[in-house]
């Protein structure tokens, strides 16, 4: 009989399981009544979580904004100083959307001598071919169509153009995503300095007509403007680097795109998060990573509470994902060497996994405590929304600065959304860890050009 392997996170859920029948059992063993013991102890361990919670979360931003205060985009060179670029523009099912982001690209104050677009079909069923090849007719020779017979997903559209890239530097620019017209030439200025392996740019949301969209640009700004600079000021630990705008040094990618293309999790291959897992080995070869905060490229994002769920599912599991590879490289020591650098790395993966396990605590705690106060249920949930409201005041103070201090009460609507409607995503994430699909790929294409044109002209960088 063949014996079946289990994978690192089956164990670990299984240990968990385990932990958990232990404790009941303990209960059970000394107290005749251990569900009494449970529910007048919750109070306390709510109390407890929620303290230590609250003061790691405090420190822990407290040295992020820092990190965050003391940022400095690279200087952006001249042209003589630009290296050699290579654009690769994946695009599956994105009608005309494609050509306007070839378009925007092409405005690009970058050198023509020094810039090449491969724009790649993978494999679409509409008319995304007939654009590309219409973008590319009128580009002067810089737009390459390459395209693909079958959709083999964005990943494998992007190897394709990375194995075909002979520049010194490789752009990931998302099909959807419109660029300013100096955003390419700032995005590669940090790799000036040799040690820069992959630097990722500032993404906005372009289609923030509804209530959605304008809360997600709130959030954007803070996951960018305040996150990635702190992470970029403490050696270059930037965890992801954005499908929509990002790019890499060709000698630090081609040793591991390999690998990267045949990524296996739990069994499945790793089809999500393929800008996190590209991230994630840079950083692996001792490579820095950086946010260039004044490379702009606004996206589209999904407007609606599903598909908003299901792009946070997706996240969230390959943030999962990839957080429990770079523990295994530092707990197998794949990572020999031990630096403040690396302390940081740690330091902040800690931190996000701690985010996405508070649910898992926090949730049945919560209803556990309204099992036994459902009298003072009107006011546990004012308590509630007082602490969301009181966390939206970090991403409202960012957002007013750089940006606009009206829109930046959307911060405080996003932080109650995000308690009330989106924080079962984390648990949800943690028992499907093996769906790897896309689920969010078929969105409206109406519309998205008068977005792309009036988002493209509100956008600026404000102050330096």
Not at 157 to 176: F, H, I, Q, W
Request: net charge positive; glycine share 6%; with cysteine.
């Amino acid at each position: 009989m063949k014996r079946m392997k289990w994978s690192i996170g089956t164990k670990a859920f299984v240990a968990l399981i385990a932990v958990c029948i232990a404790a009941v059992c303990f209960l059970g063993f000394f107290y005749a009544n251990p569900l009494e013991v449970l529910y007048t102890q919750v109070d306390y361990a709510l109390a407890v979580f929620g303290i230590y919670a609250a003061l790691a979360s405090l420190t822990y931003f407290l040295i992020v904004s820092l990190g965050a205060f003391f940022y400095r985009a690279a200087p952006t060179p001249g042209d003589d100083e630009l290296p050699t670029c290579t654009v690769l523009i994946p695009a599956y099912n994105e009608g005309k959307q494609v050509a306007l982001t070839i378009e925007s690209l092409l405005k690009s104050d970058y050198p023509g001598d020094k810039l090449q677009v491969f724009a790649i079909d993978d494999g679409s069923k509409d008319d995304t071919r007939y654009w590309i090849r219409y973008a590319a007719e009128r580009s002067g020779g810089k737009v390459t169509p390459v395209f693909l017979d079958r959709n083999g997903g964005k990943k494998a559209a992007l190897y394709k153009g990375m194995k075909l890239a002979k520049s010194e530097v490789v752009v990931t620019l998302d099909s959807d995503s419109i660029v300013r017209r100096d955003s390419l030439r700032n995005l590669v200025a940090p790799f000036q300095n040799p040690r820069v392996g992959a630097v990722a740019g500032n993404i906005r949301v372009m289609n923030d007509q509804n209530i959605f969209g304008k809360m997600l640009d709130v959030s954007f700004a803070f996951t960018f403007d305040f996150m990635r600079c702190a992470q970029s000021s403490f050696g270059g630990t930037v965890l992801c680097t954005p499908g929509a705008l990002s790019a890499y040094r060709l000698t630090a990618l081609l040793p591991v795109i390999d690998e990267w293309l045949n990524q296996v999790f739990m069994g499945a291959p790793s089809t999500i998060g393929e800008d996190r897992a590209l991230s994630s080995l840079i950083l692996l070869s001792n490579y820095q990573v950086r946010f260039q905060q004044n490379a702009i490229a606004c996206t589209t994002i999904p407007t609606t509470y599903v598909r908003i769920c299901r792009m946070y599912l997706r996240w969230i599991r390959s943030d999962i994902r990839e957080n429990i590879r770079m523990a295994r490289a530092v707990l197998t020591g794949t990572i020999r060497h031990w630096s403040p650098r690396m302390l940081v790395l740690q330091a902040n993966l800690l931190f996000l996994d701690l985010s996405i396990l508070a649910p898992l605590v926090a949730i049945p705690g919560i209803v556990s405590f309204l099992i036994v106060h459902l009298a003072n249920l009107p006011m546990i949930l004012m308590m509630m929304l007082l602490a969301s409201l009181g966390w939206a005041v970090i991403p409202a103070v960012i957002y007013a600065e750089r940006y606009s201090p009206l829109k930046s009460l959307w911060a405080f609507g996003y932080c109650v959304f995000y308690f009330f409607g989106l924080s079962w995503v984390p648990i949800y994430s943690i028992f499907t860890l093996r769906n790897g699909s896309w689920m969010t790929r078929e969105l409206a294409q109406q519309g998205r050009e008068d977005q792309a044109a009036a988002k493209i002209e509100a956008v600026g960088v404000s102050k330096n």
